[in-house]
């Protein structure tokens, strides 16, 4: 069984920065893949960034571009997602989650574990 708590959201103003983390526990060995998901009212669940502990390859949504950096912490079995310049439509419900086997990124369908999520409100 894999934990995954996330931590770091709160209410803040459009061009404030917020940073999330997700800190990863109870498996032996390390997932292939690590990935923020975003999900608003009335949305279907949505890629947001992804990065590889082996390498350390990221991918982003081109909304999130220059604003958005995901970064790992090998030794704590954590990662971040620095978000900068924020922005109301970045409102949403962060999840954090993790994927054991190479697969399709940006589907959530192919995630093995998910964290519970952490709330972002930008407000104009």
């Known amino acids: 069984q894999v934990q995954l708590v996330e931590s770091g959201g709160g209410l803040v103003q459009a061009g404030a920065s917020l940073r999330l983390s997700c800190a990863a526990s109870g498996r032996t060995f390390r997932s292939y893949n690590m990935a923020w998901f975003r999900q608003a009212p009335g949305k279907e669940r949505e890629f947001v960034a992804d990065i590889r502990w082996s390498g350390g390859s990221t991918h982003y949504v081109d909304s999130v571009k220059d604003r958005f950096t995901i970064s790992s912490d090998n030794a704590k079995n954590t990662i971040y997602l620095q978000m900068n310049s924020l922005k109301p439509e970045d409102t949403a419900v962060y999840f954090c989650?993790?994927?054991?086997?190479?697969?399709?990124?940006?589907?959530?369908?192919?995630?093995?574990?998910w964290g519970q999520g952490t709330q972002v409100t930008v407000s104009s």
């Open positions: 989650a993790a994927q054991y086997f190479a697969g399709d990124y940006k589907s959530p369908h192919r995630y093995d574990y």
